[in-house]
């Protein structure tokens, strides 16, 4: 059984969706919140596979954006759709600015779309669930799992490594070529908004330091100087 958060404070919308969802596939358990704070509390508590919500839940006009924030910093990788009554022209592009999956507009998308749309996160949400199922398995010898559709964190010797979502992009870059120096200007592709070395750096620092709640020796990103950085996925011997 699958979890699905229904974030949206209009009560005939809420249960719109939620029919949806659940006509949809028999795999979901949705459950609906209609506050900023409920919501919050809800998924600091709950462990979602998916959230729907409004970007607007009554007069705190951003309250979506917070919730959104709140999920990266989770490092769960849980897949967000908005569903909003504001312009998509204008709020798609930030959605997923902020790595929601997608944007649909309210008046303007059937439910057709929205259910195709709704599937199709779910089908990530298998994969992120089967991964971790098989990094979890893994003996603790083994090294970095990451999730093909980088939906979800990536695990270390079986353990889940707590980065945000733009980290983990750029974690799965260096890992794909490991060994190899890679460049600044490479590493940028992973970031959609501050793409400059400095940015970069603080995300190595914030990966360095999740893997070392990990494996406190681990030294496995090297800095290359004037070029980028190395994966080699190393560990400082005992006593250095």
């Known amino acids: 059984m699958y979890k699905v958060a229904i974030i949206e404070d209009d009560e005939p919308t809420s249960g719109q969706i939620r029919d949806w969802v659940l006509s949809a596939t028999p795999e979901v358990a949705a ?3 209609f506050t900023r704070d409920e919501a919050e509390a809800a998924i600091a508590r709950e462990d979602y ?3 729907i919500l409004d970007i607007e839940l009554g007069r705190d006009r951003h309250a979506g954006v917070a919730i959104i924030n709140a999920i990266n910093k989770s490092a769960r990788g849980t897949p967000v759709l908005v569903v909003s009554a504001m312009p998509a022209a204008i709020y798609r592009g930030i959605m997923r600015a902020l790595d929601a999956w997608d944007y649909l507009q309210k008046t303007t998308f059937e439910e057709a779309e929205f259910i ?3 599937l199709e996160m779910l ?3 298998k994969n992120r669930r089967q991964v971790a199922e098989r990094a979890a398995a893994q003996p603790a010898s083994d090294e970095l799992s990451i999730d093909p559709l980088h939906q979800g964190a990536p695990f270390w010797r079986g353990k889940r490594v707590n980065v945000p979502l733009t980290a983990q992009r750029i974690l799965a ?8 120096v890679v460049s600044y200007d490479d590493l940028f592709a992973a970031v959609k908004s501050g793409r400059n070395r400095e ?3 603080k995300h190595i620092s914030a990966l360095r330091e999740a893997f070392r709640e990990i494996d406190e020796r681990f030294d496995g990103i090297e800095n290359v100087p004037m070029r980028g950085f190395r994966w080699t996925g190393a560990s400082r011997k005992p006593g250095k």
């Not at 870059?173 to 190899?180: K, N, P, Q």
Request: hydrophobic share 45%; no cysteine; aromatic share 8%.
């Open 116 to 118: 195709d749309t709704f």
């Open 123 to 125: 089908r990530a949400a």
């Open 49 to 51: 596979d998916l959230v």
């Open 173 to 180: 870059v260096l890992h794909e070529r490991r060994g190899e």
């Open 31 to 33: 459950a609906q919140w």
């Open 199 to 201: 940015n970069i750096r």
